[in-house]
């Protein structure tokens, strides 16, 4: 898994037992960027 700049923690998963369900995601060929938020990942960059 790629690194990320965003520090996800499971929180949802710890905190919330039996509210959610493990799953592995399908796998993809050949996956494509559909849409990339320019706005969002510049106030990202601004507060990293």
């Known amino acids: ?3 990320s ?3 996800f923690d ?3 998963a710890r905190d919330l037992p ?3 369900e493990p ?3 399908a796998t993809v060929r ?3 960027l559909l849409f990339f938020n ?3 990942a510049a106030e990202l960059r ?3």
Do not use: F, R
Request: hydrophobic residues 20%.
């Open 38 to 40: 320019h706005g969002l």
């Open 5 to 7: 700049a965003v520090p």
């Open 10 to 12: 499971n929180t949802y």
């Open 18 to 20: 039996g509210c959610y």
């Open 23 to 25: 799953c592995q995601p």
């Open 46 to 48: 601004d507060q990293s």
């Open 30 to 32: 050949e996956p494509v």
């Open 1 to 3: 898994m790629p690194n």
